[in-house]
């Protein structure tokens, strides 16, 4: 691909495992490339909750996502736009992710009314009414400035009836159409669509072909991982991921539990984001090689070893459970930034083993070890 001819992201294939189909490859975006399968920390409010922009640096992150409806609400996109952009505001110079802010105001489920021209809902700061269409949620991504900006689609909930799903994915259809329309900076924000059609295979079907229809840079499955069990969500993906284009990324949304991602990765999922690092580590919760642990038990206040033998991040190095616990007793911000920063190491370290797995034609053989360790049932 000429550079004239080079879209502002763009997917870049490495390997494909021939144990089991996954791929290896590269996202490169005008602040630089990530590799992928890559797993995305969330900076809901422009930040990754208690993690310096240095520190997930070090941890390897290419890649983080922060919330339009959040921006919006606060502190303003004006502001955003003002101080440089996204990037220069939170001093982040690696690829940013902005959702469309459709996640946040589909689950004010009390608040909200849907119509063909947008939703209409009630701010959970000062409870005014706002309304939010396809154009509005790209006019705001484009203030942002991320690197990579999603439609404006509604994430249905589960369980929902047919009847419900068809016209809620049609319309999602529409609403790509006006997003693409009013996307004022498509020479350096790649606008990614996002598939919908809730737990019917043949309607998520439809929905990647009416999406895939448009010749977007990227494209994302959405309205999955909220409530379904794990193999319904599966089957979704085996019916979904094929009918994607392969020279472009995949994202999975809102997915970020080490199973999923594992068994993403299997079925070519390149992009995945969620807020389960960060939400568990601060009620005290911590991903490990063999499960996890909820250090702020009593059976760990004499427990000096550390959260994770087999971990080498800087808080398996340098503090123990007991020490990490007592923090967390104690009410003290750095016991939260403890647990926040290993579960962000853990994920990000699983993602380079998936794809060294991949890369070394064993990936089945690596999920399986992993699910024995973790205590995981095949």
């Known amino acids: 691909m000429s550079e004239a001819a080079k879209p502002p992201v763009y997917y870049e294939l490495k390997h494909v495992c021939a144990q089991t189909g ?4 590269v996202v490169h975006t005008p602040h630089g490339s990530f590799e992928t399968p890559a797993f995305m920390p969330v900076g809901t409010q422009a930040t990754v909750k208690g993690m310096s922009p240095e520190e997930l640096k070090g941890m390897g992150t290419g890649i983080i996502l922060s919330n339009t409806y959040h921006l919006w609400m606060r502190p303003g996109p004006d502001i955003v736009q003002a ?31 849907i119509s063909e021209d947008g939703v209409q809902f009630k701010s959970h700061i000062d409870g005014s009414r706002q309304l939010l ?42 609403w790509l159409e ?21 737990m019917y295979e043949d309607l998520r079907q439809e929905s990647a072909r009416i999406t895939t229809a448009f010749n977007l840079p990227g494209f994302a499955i959405g309205g999955l991982s909220v409530g379904e069990p794990a193999e319904l969500m599966y089957r979704m993906l085996d019916a ?17 539990s080490p199973d999923y991602l594992i ?34 038990d009593a059976r760990y206040a004499r427990d000096f070893t ?38 962000l190491h853990f994920l990000l370290h699983l993602m380079e083993e998936v794809r060294e797995a991949i890369s070394q034609d064993r990936l089945r053989d690596f999920r399986n070890e992993f699910f024995a360790a973790y205590g995981y049932v095949s």
């Open 178 to 198: 006006r997003c693409i329309s009013s996307h004022q900076r498509p020479q350096d924000q790649a606008l990614f669509g996002i598939v919908q059609g809730g």
């Open 22 to 25: 996954a791929r290896r490859g």
């Open 83 to 113: 101080a440089g952009g996204l990037h220069r505001f939170m001093n982040w110079d690696r690829a940013v992710l902005t959702d469309s802010g459709g996640f946040q105001v589909f689950s004010f489920s009390d608040r909200k009314h």
């Open 240 to 256: 979904t991921v094929p009918l994607l284009p392969a020279n472009k990324p995949r994202y999975l949304m809102g997915v970020g």
């Open 263 to 296: 068994e993403g990765s299997l079925r070519g999922i390149d992009m995945f984001d969620c807020v389960l690092p960060t939400r568990i580590g601060r009620n005290g919760t911590v991903m490990t090689s063999h499960g996890r642990l909820i250090v702020r």
């Open 306 to 343: 550390a959260l994770d033998d087999h971990c080498d991040c800087y808080v398996c190095q340098n503090y123990t459970r007991a020490y990490i616990r007592h923090l967390l007793k104690a009410g003290e911000i750095f016991g939260l930034r403890l647990t926040t920063w290993h579960n």
């Open 133 to 174: 269409t396809p154009e509005k949620s790209i006019a705001i991504q484009n203030q942002l400035g991320a690197d990579i900006i999603m439609a404006f689609d509604e994430c249905t909930p589960y369980p929902a009836s047919r009847e419900y799903i068809k016209p809620s994915l049609e319309r999602t259809g529409r």
